[in-house]
């Protein structure tokens, strides 16, 4: 299925309208659907589509016969042996360029790992040969921090060759639905808490069963595809994880602050550093200061949380629990989720959906649109949720209760929001759960 990647569709179809050549860098997790985006935007487009893997050369090379026989229809190429990717652009030569050529690797860090000089020897193609073409070359990848070091940074052999880069990111909250129309709303949320938006992830989900099913069936199986997807994941990226993983565990427990963290694994905060900054640029952890600050980067303030909820929950539920998974108790890890997943899970999934909503449709909610939506708090008292502009300021309480007493968190709200100095005109909203489950 396909949705939700209107913007990074026309961003490559106005490189397509470019005359001459165009470089385009798709990046992203795994499964969150780069080859989707790739074959969408090829369809009815003269394309080539290599998708690489880490065997040799020459497999890969034969594989592609058919496509360039279709694309070329030239005799000789059915008796040719295609040896090296050098004589493949060679012969794409004698492709007519008359209409734009989309040439795709797809998984472009294969490549790399069965040849470490490739992306040097591609900027050496691309400089002498593509660039002047009619060619659209697009180079997509799931290890993020290959593609970082073969082709975004500044010491990448092929930087400063890409036209666009496009880092694809997980599907908004709204788009659940898409994928699973008869879930029941309630459900949701609670998807958005475990399996996150990552959309092969939510292709799994059996709409036949109840949530805790799937749970059951997907996450905590042995046996299931997303048992070792946070294993596979991390290993992928940070090859030598156990620190990573320690941190990891440890965050998902609910230890947020530099200090608390360093103390459970008694190691110096300054020690930690390098291994959150890493998490952070994989997208797998964000680093929050209240929304107030002035200067985020300077702020004592700073807390660390899950910003990939599929991983958030694996930490806690599944790696946690290898020992008692391995020899399939699951039922005691379902009874955990049943304890807690509401109150360590749901909630704080239910304000990142409101700080959502809060962006894409302001004016559900306020008489403003925010330039900053986030969550505040001081020594003292904490707020779910600030939404403000240079003229206007929301405090907002998000509740994933049954029957809560509106009159009264409001009345708590406004006693907190007093800690809070400015000069900004003051507006209050307390959203619950039964003002989600009454919107459709």
Not at 163 to 172: F, G, M, R
Not at 241 to 250: G, K, M, P, Q
Not at 256 to 269: D, E, F, H, R, Y
Not at 303 to 327: C, M, S, T
Request: hydrophobic content about 35%; proline content about 3%; glycine content about 2%.
């Amino acid at each position: 299925m396909f949705h939700d990647r209107d913007s990074e569709l026309a961003t490559l179809e106005k490189e397509y309208r470019k005359k001459g050549s165009a470089f385009t860098v798709i990046y992203g997790r795994r499964r969150v659907g780069k080859t989707a985006l790739i074959y969408e935007y090829i369809k009815n487009k003269p394309s080539l589509f290599i998708y690489a893997t880490e065997a040799s050369f020459l497999i890969q090379l034969e594989n592609l016969k058919p496509q360039l026989l279709e694309l070329i229809n030239k005799p000789y190429l059915k008796d040719i042996k295609i040896e090296s990717f050098s004589q493949l652009f060679s012969i794409l030569k004698e492709y007519d360029f008359h209409k734009k050529l989309v040439l795709v690797i797809d998984e472009y860090q294969n490549l790399c790992k069965v040849d470490k000089s490739f992306s040097s020897q591609l900027q050496r193609i691309w400089d002498t040969e593509l660039q002047h073409q009619n060619i659209h070359l697009i180079l997509s990848g799931s290890v993020i921090s290959m593609m970082h070091s073969e082709v975004l940074n500044y010491s990448a052999p092929l930087y400063g060759r890409r036209t666009t880069n496009i880092d694809l990111k997980p599907l908004a909250f709204r788009y659940i639905k898409t994928f699973l129309p008869s879930v029941k709303r309630e459900d949701e949320m609670h998807i958005f808490a475990s399996f996150g938006t990552i959309p092969k992830y939510l292709e799994l989900y059996d709409q036949s069963k109840s949530f805790m099913e799937n749970i059951r069936d997907n996450i905590l199986d042995k046996n299931a595809f997303l048992y070792s997807e946070g294993n596979f994941l991390l290993r992928q990226e940070l090859g030598d994880v156990s620190t990573y993983f320690s941190i990891l565990e440890t965050i998902s427990k609910g230890e947020t602050k530099p200090g608390s963290i360093a103390s459970k694994l008694q190691v110096p905060s300054t020690y930690l550093t390098r291994y959150l900054t890493r998490l952070i640029d994989l997208d797998i952890l964000t680093k929050e200061v209240p929304v107030t600050e002035k200067n985020p980067l300077k702020s004592k303030l700073g807390r660390y949380k899950f910003k990939d909820k599929f991983l958030h929950f694996w930490f806690y539920y599944v790696y946690k629990n290898y020992n008692l998974l391995e020899i399939n108790q699951t039922q005691a890890v379902l009874d955990e989720i049943k304890t807690n997943f509401n109150d360590r899970f749901v909630s704080f999934a239910f304000e990142d959906y409101v700080a959502e909503e809060l962006m894409y449709h302001p004016a559900k909610y306020l008489d403003f649109t925010p330039k900053k939506v986030g969550r505040w708090w001081n020594k003292h008292e904490e707020i779910d949720l600030i939404a403000m502009d240079d003229e206007h300021i929301c405090f907002i309480e998000c509740k994933w209760q049954n029957s809560v007493q509106k009159e009264q968190v409001l009345h708590q709200l406004i006693k907190k929001s007093k800690s809070l100095k400015h000069n900004l005109k003051e507006y209050f909203l307390v959203i619950t759960k039964e003002d989600f489950l009454s919107k459709k």
